[in-house]
C-alpha cells in the first residue's frame, strides 16, 4: 500500500513537472498565411491584425503570402501545418467551397482547418469597365449576348468567385462569356482597367475608388440587402439570382485541425480585440466592411452553413470539381 502511495506522488510529481516545464503561448514567432497576393483587402487586414497580436503577445507575428491556385495552396499549406498555434490563417469565404471546384486538393477545406473567428463582412459586388456601354445589369446580358464569346470574366482559377460567376453566368441564360483566371482580385482589378476582361467581382472596398473615378459601372450587389454607400444597386437577390450567388464577403481566421483549444481561445481573443479598437474600426470603414470578431463556436455554424449552401449551388449547376 504504502509502495503504491509512492508511486502515485511520483506520477503527480511527474506531472506537475511536465505542466511547468510546458512552454506558455506564444513562445516564439507567430506566421499568418494569406493565401492571396501583397496588397489585396485580406492581406491588409492580415497585417493590421499580425501587428496588434505582435504587440500584445510579445513575440514575432509576420505575414506570409501564398497565392495560387484559387487559394488553395496557402490554405493547404495552413491545413498540413503542426497544429500548434503559430501557424495561422487569414483567408474568405472561398475556403467553404475549394473542394466543389478543385479536384485532388491534397487536404480536406471542411474538416482540415478549424474556424477561430470570423474578422470582418461586408458586401462584394460585380461590376463591369466603362468601356463596355454598360450602364446596368440588363444592358450588359443584350451587349453579351449579342457578342457571343467576345466579353470574359475574371475569376481566381476554380474558386468561389469563378462558381459566384458561373452561377451567375447560368441564371442569366448561359451568357456566353469566357472565364480568365487570375492569381488575385488585385490583378483582376487592373485587367479590367485595361478591359482585358468585362466583368469582375470583389468586395466594394476594393472598387470604390476606381467607380468614382468613373472607371467601374457596378451592375449589382452580391447581398440580400442593399449597402449604404450604392442605394441605386440592386441586389443579386432582387435581380432573381440569390439561389445561385451567395453573399461570401467574410474574412476570417482558421489554425489548422488538431490545435489546442487554449490555443484556439488565446488567438480569438486576439481578434475580439483587435475588432474593438479605433483604428482597426476606422480601417474597416474604409473598406466598408463590419468587424465582426466572433466566437469560434458562432464562425463554425456559419462556416458549415456555407459549405451546405455552395453545395446546393454547385449541384443545381452541375458544377464538376476540376
Given at each position: 500500500m504504502k509502495f503504491a502511495t509512492k508511486l502515485f506522488a511520483a506520477g503527480l510529481a511527474m506531472l506537475a513537472g511536465a505542466a511547468v516545464a510546458q512552454p506558455t503561448y506564444p513562445g516564439r514567432q507567430i506566421t499568418i498565411v494569406v493565401?492571396?497576393?501583397?496588397?489585396?483587402?485580406?492581406?491588409?487586414?492580415?497585417?493590421?491584425?499580425?501587428?496588434?497580436?505582435?504587440?500584445?503577445?510579445?513575440?514575432p507575428v509576420i505575414v506570409e503570402n501564398r497565392p495560387g491556385a484559387g487559394a488553395a495552396i496557402g490554405i493547404g499549406y495552413v491545413?498540413?501545418?503542426?497544429?500548434?498555434?503559430?501557424?495561422?490563417?487569414?483567408?474568405?469565404?472561398?475556403?467553404?467551397?475549394?473542394?466543389?471546384?478543385?479536384?485532388?486538393l491534397g487536404f480536406d477545406n471542411t474538416k482540415d482547418i478549424v474556424p477561430v473567428s470570423m474578422l470582418s463582412n461586408g458586401t462584394s459586388l460585380i461590376v463591369a469597365p466603362k468601356e463596355v456601354g454598360a450602364k446596368n445589369w440588363p444592358e450588359f446580358?443584350?451587349?453579351?449576348?449579342?457578342?457571343?464569346?467576345?466579353?470574359?470574366?475574371?475569376?481566381?482559377?476554380?474558386?468561389?468567385?469563378?462558381?459566384?460567376?458561373?452561377?451567375l453566368r447560368n441564371a442569366a441564360g448561359n451568357l456566353p462569356m469566357t472565364d480568365i483566371p487570375y492569381k488575385g482580385s488585385a490583378e483582376y482589378i487592373t485587367a479590367a482597367l485595361r478591359n482585358d476582361v468585362q466583368l469582375i467581382l470583389s468586395t466594394i472596398g476594393s472598387f470604390?475608388?476606381?467607380?468614382?473615378?468613373?472607371?467601374?459601372?457596378?451592375?449589382?450587389?452580391?447581398?440580400?440587402?442593399?449597402?449604404?454607400?450604392?442605394?441605386?444597386?440592386?441586389?443579386?437577390?432582387e435581380l432573381g439570382y440569390g439561389e445561385k450567388i451567395r453573399p461570401f464577403a467574410w474574412t476570417g481566421v482558421f489554425v489548422p485541425a488538431g490545435t489546442p483549444q487554449p490555443i484556439i481561445n488565446r488567438i480569438?481573443?486576439?481578434?475580439?480585440?483587435?475588432?474593438?479598437?479605433?483604428?482597426?474600426?476606422?480601417?474597416?470603414?474604409?473598406?466598408?466592411?463590419?468587424?465582426?470578431?466572433?466566437?469560434?463556436?458562432?464562425?463554425?455554424?456559419?462556416?458549415?452553413?456555407d459549405i451546405a449552401a455552395w453545395g446546393a449551388v454547385a449541384k443545381s449547376i452541375n458544377l464538376q470539381p476540376q
Amino acid at each position: 500500500m504504502k509502495f503504491a502511495t509512492k508511486l502515485f506522488a511520483a506520477g503527480l510529481a511527474m506531472l506537475a513537472g511536465a505542466a511547468v516545464a510546458q512552454p506558455t503561448y506564444p513562445g516564439r514567432q507567430i506566421t499568418i498565411v494569406v493565401p492571396f497576393p501583397a496588397g489585396g483587402q485580406q492581406d491588409i487586414e492580415a497585417r493590421a491584425l499580425a501587428d496588434s497580436m505582435q504587440r500584445r503577445m510579445g513575440q514575432p507575428v509576420i505575414v506570409e503570402n501564398r497565392p495560387g491556385a484559387g487559394a488553395a495552396i496557402g490554405i493547404g499549406y495552413v491545413a498540413k501545418a503542426a497544429p500548434d498555434g503559430y501557424t495561422v490563417l487569414v483567408t474568405g469565404a472561398g475556403a467553404a467551397l475549394l473542394h466543389l471546384v478543385q479536384k485532388n486538393l491534397g487536404f480536406d477545406n471542411t474538416k482540415d482547418i478549424v474556424p477561430v473567428s470570423m474578422l470582418s463582412n461586408g458586401t462584394s459586388l460585380i461590376v463591369a469597365p466603362k468601356e463596355v456601354g454598360a450602364k446596368n445589369w440588363p444592358e450588359f446580358m443584350e451587349i453579351a449576348k449579342k457578342n457571343p464569346g467576345k466579353l470574359n470574366y475574371a475569376t481566381l482559377g476554380v474558386s468561389s468567385v469563378s462558381l459566384a460567376m458561373e452561377g451567375l453566368r447560368n441564371a442569366a441564360g448561359n451568357l456566353p462569356m469566357t472565364d480568365i483566371p487570375y492569381k488575385g482580385s488585385a490583378e483582376y482589378i487592373t485587367a479590367a482597367l485595361r478591359n482585358d476582361v468585362q466583368l469582375i467581382l470583389s468586395t466594394i472596398g476594393s472598387f470604390k475608388q476606381h467607380i468614382d473615378a468613373g472607371a467601374f459601372v457596378p451592375m449589382m450587389q452580391v447581398a440580400e440587402k442593399r449597402n449604404a454607400a450604392f442605394p441605386n444597386v440592386p441586389t443579386t437577390k432582387e435581380l432573381g439570382y440569390g439561389e445561385k450567388i451567395r453573399p461570401f464577403a467574410w474574412t476570417g481566421v482558421f489554425v489548422p485541425a488538431g490545435t489546442p483549444q487554449p490555443i484556439i481561445n488565446r488567438i480569438y481573443e486576439e481578434v475580439a480585440f483587435y475588432v474593438k479598437q479605433p483604428e482597426s474600426l476606422k480601417r474597416a470603414e474604409g473598406y466598408y466592411t463590419d468587424l465582426v470578431g466572433s466566437t469560434p463556436a458562432d464562425f463554425k455554424n456559419v462556416y458549415d452553413a456555407d459549405i451546405a449552401a455552395w453545395g446546393a449551388v454547385a449541384k443545381s449547376i452541375n458544377l464538376q470539381p476540376q
